[in-house]
């Protein structure tokens, strides 16, 4: 059984589109996380949810909004996509805070 | 300073070989570390935990030095499979730092 699961695995769109992707755990995990993973493969955390409350939201443009509609799910919104989104984009679970992540298989999204 | 830095390698070693490698943080007030491990085209997966004591996990061994600020990897008796990026994880005081390394690569050989 999937742990983390992530959709779509590949997103290819136009920029200036408006694109979401959905990621849900099956863990019982209380803490819920987007990375991306540029294509030097550095990976950088975005946000991070814990209950359904956002704990971390680092210097990312407001154009991406995540939403935790429950603390099984952690959806991300990416409004008038730009060239430069264009990255590898990662959900992961964990327990607590502290504890170790789970990762989804990433979506990547490709912009032409 | 980057806040962690890895050797981004390649390591390129025979199969059968002892190879390590470090992972040194900035922040003293660092509290949690892990070892993952990335496929090529995979996403991260957790290798081990860190533990201030030292530990093992099979031909694994992760050791913390608090006072020199580095983490470290010891694999023993590489085999093909472990051919991979390694990736260090650092977790500081608050909530709000989780860094992950930029990764080493390493190459097993037959």
């Known amino acids: 059984d999937t742990a983390v699961s992530q959709t779509p695995k590949y997103l290819v769109t136009q920029m200036g589109n408006d694109k979401s992707i959905k990621c849900e755990q099956n863990l019982g995990h209380d803490t819920m996380y987007w990375y991306k993973q540029d294509s030097k493969k550095f990976l950088k955390i975005m946000f991070s949810y814990n209950n359904k409350e956002l704990i971390i939201n680092e210097t990312v443009p407001n154009r991406f909004s995540p939403k935790s509609p429950d603390k099984a799910h952690l959806n991300l919104h990416i409004n008038s996509l730009e060239l430069g989104d264009s990255a590898v984009y990662f959900c992961?679970?964990?327990?607590?805070?502290?504890?170790?992540?789970?990762f989804g298989d990433g979506t990547r999204l490709s912009i032409l | 300073r980057k806040e962690v830095e890895q050797d981004p390698g390649p390591f390129n070693v025979p199969e059968g070989a002892t190879v390590a490698f470090n992972c040194t943080y900035s922040n003293s007030a660092s509290q949690s570390f892990f070892w993952y491990r990335q496929d090529c085209r995979k996403e991260p997966k957790l290798l081990m935990s860190v533990y201030s004591s030292g530990n093992e996990d099979g031909r694994f061994t992760a050791q913390l030095n608090r006072a020199s600020q580095y983490i470290s990897l010891l694999i023993r008796d590489s085999k093909l499979s472990d051919s991979a990026t390694y990736l260090c994880v650092v977790r500081g005081s608050s909530a709000s730092k989780i860094i992950f390394g930029s990764g080493t690569r390493l190459s097993i050989r037959p």
């Open positions: 992961a679970s964990s327990q607590d805070l502290m504890q170790p992540q789970h």
